[in-house]
């Protein structure tokens, strides 16, 4: 167990529709990521939030929006789902937001749009 | 921007048979990390290299981070059916930001 958690742990939405995924960091972790892994692209990294401010930013599509709230908790929305959005979306946190910091994953977010 | 490439991309070896994966940065990194996934799981971190021309070991693996920092490996000596998984490098540096940028992996597979 890293730590980790992210809800809901599996969601099957329609084309079209939005979706909120959840993500609590580790105790003490300043730093939360979002991943988001399909199986032709790998680990694509979405965005970084370090103590509640937008630290880094990835290929994250204008139809995605995240924020981290004052309690480090964060949260992924996605919208205007389209088939291609379906795949596993990872948060991830660290203690601080240096690349070099280690990152704890959590079990991951399956989104099925159908 | 940086890209990290691992080869290859699947692995299919003999259980007692050695594995290595190899990580390319387009840039110079100021650390690259390993981590693997098992399957259906998450990935968890392995281990971390800063220094240039660094080697790491862990049991039966051992990690080197190249001299020019811009490459590294992962080397498991004689594999067994419980080293199945993806391993990830991922590498970090001030064009990056804070985050790592991951590989695409490399998916191992151990028959007995």
């Known amino acids: 167990d890293s730590g980790v958690t992210q809800t809901p742990k599996h969601l099957i939405t329609a084309t079209g529709q939005r979706v909120t995924l959840r993500c609590s960091p580790r105790?003490?972790?300043?730093?939360v990521y979002w991943y988001q892994q399909s199986l032709d692209q790998g680990l694509q990294f979405l965005i970084q939030y370090y103590n509640g401010e937008e630290r880094a930013k990835g290929n994250i599509l204008e139809r995605f929006s995240a924020q981290q709230f004052p309690d480090l908790h964060s949260e992924l929305n996605l919208s205007s789902l389209e088939l291609g959005d379906s795949a596993l979306y990872f948060c991830?946190?660290?203690?601080?937001?240096?690349?070099?910091?280690?990152?704890?994953f959590g079990e991951g977010s399956w989104l099925t749009v159908v | 921007g940086q890209q990290v490439m691992q080869i290859p991309q699947y692995q299919h070896v003999q259980e007692g048979e050695d594995f290595t994966t190899y990580c390319n940065s387009s840039?110079?990194?100021?650390?690259i990390q390993w981590y693997k996934q098992r399957p259906g799981g998450h990935p968890v971190f392995l281990i971390q290299l800063v220094k240039s021309g660094e080697v790491k070991k862990q049991k039966r693996l051992t990690f080197q981070f190249g001299e020019a920092k811009k490459n590294s490996s992962l080397h498991i000596t004689a594999t067994q059916t419980t080293d199945v998984g993806t391993y990830f490098c991922?590498?970090?540096?001030?064009?990056?930001?804070?985050?790592?940028?991951f590989g695409k992996g490399t998916s191992l597979l151990v028959t007995p």
């Open positions: 105790s003490g972790d300043l730093s």
């Open positions: 991922a590498g970090g540096n001030s064009n990056s930001g804070y985050a790592l940028n």
């Open positions: 840039t110079t990194l100021s650390n």
């Open positions: 991830a946190s660290s203690l601080e937001g240096a690349s070099g910091n280690t990152i704890y």
